[in-house]
């Protein structure tokens, strides 16, 4: 009897997998594209990979209400079996925002899990720092903690004007 158990279990989780292997990807990716529209946003770019449990987008221009805001220089976006997760390398913010955001991000990473549905795990990296936090997808709340130097708070003031101290860190919320 355990061995029937074991084995459909085991037909199921290769089905699951399957399925992760299978999904249309790049559509999903173009489905986004779409709802972003609705908010002025465009990712433009013309290099993109599909691998077997996430794809690849290279060289991302991204616009924003018909002005280039920044360029993203990897956009990967994997999913498996519980988890999603999207990371974004070398981001170079547009000389516009240079008082409001670091013109150049490490890495982005966004990680959802199955576990916790109604919150995305977020970890920033810059020179002059990081931040790490949550997006609460219900109420619609981003809560970030600013592990950054006193240089960083002093040359993006406009940024930092809304920051909390909290201990070690600066704590920033933002509702959207």
């Known amino acids: 009897m355990i061995k029937k158990i074991l084995k459909y279990f085991i037909y199921l989780l290769l089905f699951l997998y399957m399925m992760v292997i299978f999904a249309p990807k790049i559509n999903i990716y173009y ?18 990979k599909d691998n077997y449990l996430a794809f690849d ?8 209400d018909g002005i280039d805001v920044s360029r993203i220089s990897k956009l990967s976006i ?32 966004l990680s959802h ?5 109604l919150y995305v795990k977020i970890n920033i990296a810059f020179a002059q720092g990081r931040a790490f936090g949550t997006i609460d997808l219900k109420e619609k709340k981003i809560d970030l903690n600013f592990d950054v130097t006193k240089s960083f708070i002093q040359k993006y003031k406009e940024l ?6 909290n201990g070690k ?6 509702k959207y």
Do not use: C, M
Request: net charge neutral; charged share 20%.
């Open 31 to 48: 489905f986004a594209l779409e709802k972003l529209e609705s908010y002025k946003i465009a990712l433009l770019s013309e290099e993109i």
């Open 57 to 64: 987008v290279k060289n991302v221009l991204v616009n924003y």
């Open 78 to 109: 994997g999913t498996y079996l519980f988890s999603s997760k999207l990371t974004i390398d070398n981001v170079e913010a547009n000389n516009l925002l240079k008082n409001f955001i670091p013109q150049n991000i490490q890495s982005i990473h």
């Open 113 to 117: 899990n199955i576990l916790t549905p």
């Open 160 to 165: 930092s004007r809304d920051f909390k101290k």
């Open 169 to 174: 860190y600066y704590t920033y919320e933002f």
